[in-house]
């Protein structure tokens, strides 16, 4: 160890030393770096990463080498012999690059082990090359033992460096392997210097020209720092690259790419954080759930583009009424969320009427104004919920509850009001679940010739018996089918399979569908008709489908040109519920319906009401005028039946003439011509809903 001291502080030139000492610093903290940035890519940008590093770390070892070297005194002239000392950087850059592609291998246990030891080695190898090429007039020995001391050191510190670099568990691993590798370096040069005595066979007046040796050395040092600051450039240069990538995509992650505002996940994360403040605090917070009110319109009218700089408009308005504690972002479609941090109700009333302001105002698009409006909800943490999913579909039943309410913009959420709205939703999904699991069933009822009693049809009626409800009224899960979006694919199934279980009965019986408003608004109906027909093979004179005034008051121009195509494939169209609509006698000039269903109704009433009774004989009036037959629905008993009789009415349909009842009885009674009386004989249903 004396011998290692004494060679560097009396053989050298110390000043040449820390420069050497400054730039194998710096090379071996650009090399770590570099190195693990190849350790981190893949593929081609990982063999870039590895070149980057070789070269950063050769050439540190090496000008490390050559300026200590140009330090040593001799005590005899020197030269260098160019092919070794170019030799040396080559072995170095190398050795260098096979240890450290090596270290990065699949086999994290062995891998930087081995990787070390070549690059031990390397240096090793780098600096007896270069020994090499260093040529000195005078007598040169040399020491095994301290040959063999400086490689083990080389290749200890080496594989201790390469080890500690890989450690994602320790902190600092950057600086501490650093540290390590340039003890690699300088153990391995000192005691290998240690390791040689010179005899001078010339007197120092001939020896080199130290003034010539010191700028070489200082020359030496300027072109490695300026190869280590290339390498450690294009490491900051990715470093920065990588960051603002990693913003960008963060933003992207975290923001609506429409409106600039922060997403659902941005929402869920910012909402955990503040009701954890909240909690340990004692504050309060509010979530207030956003529904645009005339979204739908504005992209149906003027065009999604429309849509989308209305969302952009109303979204930046929100964004600059935000105050501290205050926060808005879009969850999705036209939904947006709020959250308030709040110490009182009065913060959060001022929230939500500077929320309304924002909302109710006009929006300007191109030269046409018009305005959304919003229904929101608010549910107020812990008041009504103590976690995010719960709090935040308080909000949402709140605001739905606002949305089905023309007189209010805002609801608070409510626990007895909102009760009613949160199984309206879980009956929502029970519906799509039986609609999925073909959990649906089609009843018939019979309709019937009043003057012979001959069967003429049967309408087909949707039934569901919920698995814990029992049997659910098409009164209540028809409209959430419609609400839902789930009408469609329910309207399809109704009417795919009563045209099938038609085509199967013996006598060419008529069978009626009804069809909901919704399906004219978002199917191409004739061309669903006229699939199912040719794919059931039932004749279309034998397919009724029945609609509703309010079906052709939605939009009369384009539901009357579809059922003029449904016509033309020889289906026949029936006017359900008439009667009970504004405008009966325009909708019958407009189109020439085939059947005209009178309304229960005034059938319920027929008995004891004179106006209803005046009522019914003006329709069968108006029916025979216009050739167009009349079915009186909802008859239970003789004496109603007896009236129609007595007034001329078509056909009938009603519980005394026969219940709804599944297809199996249907078709057991099929061969009755007196549907009269033994329809009448079949037992009620649990729930009997036509």
Known sequence: MMRVISCVTVDHNLWL??????????????????????????????????????????????CTHFIAMLAYDPGAPITFDPVLTIASLFIAITGTAAGFIAATTHAPRIAPIVGGVIVGLAISGMHYTGMAAYHVDGIVEWNTTYIAASVLLSVVFACLAVSVALNERLSGRNYWAAAVLVLAIVSLHFTAMAAVQVTPLVTRGAATDSLALHAMALGVAVAGLIIIGTGLASYLIDDRTRTEAFQRLHHLAMNDTLTGLPNRANFNDHLDREIDRAGELGGKVAVVGIDLNRFKEINDIWGHGAGDQTLKDLAERMGALLQEGEFVARLGGDEFAGVKRMKSQSDLVDFISRLEAALFAPVRIGDIETATGASLGVAIYPNDAHNRETLVNNADLAMYRAKANITQNVCFYEQAMDEAVRANRTLANDLRDAVENSQLDLHYQVQTSVSTGD????????????????NISPAEFIPLAEENGLILPLGEWVLRTACAKAASWDHPYKVAVNLSPVQFAHADLPKLVHEILLETGLKPSRLELEITETTIIADK??????????????????????????????TLRAFPFDKIKLDRSFMSEVETSPQAKAIIRAVLALGQSLHIPVLAEGVETHSQLSILRAEGCNEAQGFLLGRPAPFGEIFALMHNDEVATTMMSLPAPAQAVA
Do not use: M
């Open 17 to 62: 030393v820390l420069v050497a000492a400054l730039v194998c610093a710096a090379g071996c903290w650009a090399t770590i770096r570099l190195f693990l940035r190849a350790h981190e890519a893949e593929g081609l940008q990982q063999v870039g990463w590895h070149f980057l590093t070789s070269v950063c770390a050769g050439s540190s070892i090496w």
């Open 455 to 470: 069967i003429r049809g049967y309408e087909a009626l949707l039934r569901w018996k919920h698995p814990t409800r029992g």
């Open 557 to 586: 121009i384009r539901t009357l040109n579809i059922l003029r195509r449904i016509k033309a494939l020889g289906v026949t169209i029936a006017i359900d519920d008439f009667g009970t609509g504004y405008s009966s006698l325009e």
